[in-house]
Structure formats: C-alpha cells, structure tokens
C-alpha cells in the first residue's frame, strides 16, 4: 500500500462533526480516523489544546520513509474521493503548523501529483503557506528550530 493514496469515503462517513469541539458536519480533515474542524487544528498545532495521543500503525511515513505512523486524511477541493497520508508524528506535527521543511514538502507534492492533485488543493499544503521552494511561509508556531 502506499503511503499516499486515494481513498473513498461514503457520504455519511464524510460529514462527521469535529472531535474536540463537535462544530459542523463538513468534510472535515482526520487525524487517525477522527475529524478536526480548522479552528480545533490550529490550537493544536499552537499547543493550545490537548496534544494527540495516538498509537502509531506499522507503515512508512510519505515524507521520510520512517515506520510508525499516524493516518491523516484530507479532502482536496474539487474531488470526490479523499487522500490519506501515512505520516510519522514529527511529519504529522509539521504538516498540521504547517512548518514542513522543503524536502518533506516536495514529497507529499509529488506523490499527490502523481495521484492528479494539486498541492494547493490540499488545504495544509496551500501555496498560501509554503513558497515555490517548499519554504514554510505562515507556520502556526513562529519557531526556527
Ligand atoms: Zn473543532
Ligand atoms: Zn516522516
């Protein structure tokens, strides 16, 4: 299986509210299977809320081929069937502040890409957040390390 694939979710599995403050029924992304509005996200990846405790699956992460890993699912715009994303915790923690480096970007880019999506289409990939070189621009934490 690869570490990056499409995957289809049926319509009542799609609209689930989110798991820390129950907002909405959208298609909101996932975090080991569980919906996490934006908002709820963001104080996640600011460590304002609770952190995640997940037990990690014995695959190989999409960034940097390392084992034990987190499935996040996202929904591109535009496509009906959804993109999940076998990724070890720090590569999860990177994509949710959205502070991956160039190389794990590019990674995740061009695997999508081989799968006919955009980067931009995926929501914490969007060219809003990371130059044409991969480099961070808007991460949740302003740090430099
Ligand atoms: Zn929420
Ligand atoms: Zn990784």
């Given at each position: 299986m690869n570490s990056l694939r499409l995957i289809t979710l049926d319509g009542h599995a799609m609209f689930a509210p989110c798991?820390?403050?129950?907002?909405?029924?959208?298609r909101w992304d996932r975090i080991a299977g569980k919906p996490y509005c934006p908002h709820c996200q963001e104080a996640l990846a600011r460590g304002e809320a609770p952190p995640l405790v997940e037990r990690t699956e014995p695959r190989v992460c999409a960034?940097?081929?390392?084992?034990g890993t987190v499935a996040f699912i996202s929904f591109p715009l535009d496509h009906a069937q959804a993109v999940e994303i076998d990724l070890c915790p720090d590569h999860l923690r990177g994509l949710v502040a959205r502070q991956l480096g160039p190389h794990a970007y590019f990674q995740l880019a061009r695997q999508l890409h081989t799968l006919?999506?955009?980067?931009?289409?995926?929501f914490l990939l969007h060219g809003a957040f990371y130059d044409e070189c991969g480099?961070?621009?808007?991460?949740?934490l302003d740090t430099d390390e």
């Open positions: 798991c820390r403050c129950a907002k909405g029924q959208q960034a940097c081929a390392r084992r006919g999506i955009d980067a931009d289409d995926i480099r961070a621009l808007r991460p949740a």
